[in-house]
């Protein structure tokens, strides 16, 4: 009897231990669960360089005289050009937001569209020809600013995830400018390259408005191919104290693309996300 206590005595210290070794394992496992758990290890959006933060907020001054935009309507005159064909027709650009614009231009061949939408939470971009032959942007070149022609509504006005830099005073057509660059984050498990969404502003250092953009688009089965796209704007005029550029010019790769003279313009006409959606 006094063997069969001692055994059974020695059970439950064995037991005990064991548990305990169990417990000491969960505690010890529990800080690296928390530190590694998607919650606590999802990466914080870097900062933005202050002072590339006070420019953009300058040039939103400027351009918005503090109004709150949800939308814009400008029409005009146009001139379209591709490699040697040049047309001459009028223009519609329709922007809601800062994800959703679209692009109606009316020539002698037809009507050619562009539309950018990111209404579904996804970016995405569609083109119709005058012939009616239609196709989608590739995925990588729809995470620049898709209001291209009205920097409001753009990486300017720091939206979600939006990371400024300050590259510097510089002088461009005789013309002083403060040069700010922007990117849009992406976590590292979504696989977007942030320099896929990289726009460069440059600002009159005397109005803080917007005289140029640049960014890169690329060819839809290569995206590390780069060509790159100049916006410029100029003859900027007030309408309902929003400052729109009357006067808009896009290049690609050097080329004049685009020649837009603003004739009209409306701000908040309650424009409707029907407009841009992409089917």
Known sequence: MALSAFYCLLRVIVDCSAQLQRFTFRLSFLPFVLVCSPVFCRAQVPQSDPTAVALANQAMSALTSGVSLSDITLSGNVNWTNGSDSEAGTGT???????????????????????????????????????????????????TDPVWFFPALGSLAMG????????????????????????????????VDGQLSTMDFYLDTTTFLPVAAMFNVHPDNNPASNMLVEVDFSNYQAVSGVAIPSHVQKYVQGGLSVDFTVSSASVNNGVSISQFQIN
């Open 160 to 191: 979600p995830n939006v990371v400024l830099s300050f590259i510097g005073q510089e002088t461009r057509n005789d013309q002083q400018v403060s040069h700010i660059q922007s990117y849009i984050y992406q976590d590292s498990q979504s696989g």
């Open 93 to 143: 650009f329709l922007a809601l937001g800062t994800g959703e614009s679209r692009m109606d231009l009316v020539l002698s061949t037809g009507t050619r569209t562009e539309i950018r939408d990111a209404s579904s939470g996804y970016p995405q971009g569609k083109w119709v020809s005058p012939s009616g032959a239609s196709g989608r942007y590739a995925y990588h070149n729809c995470f």
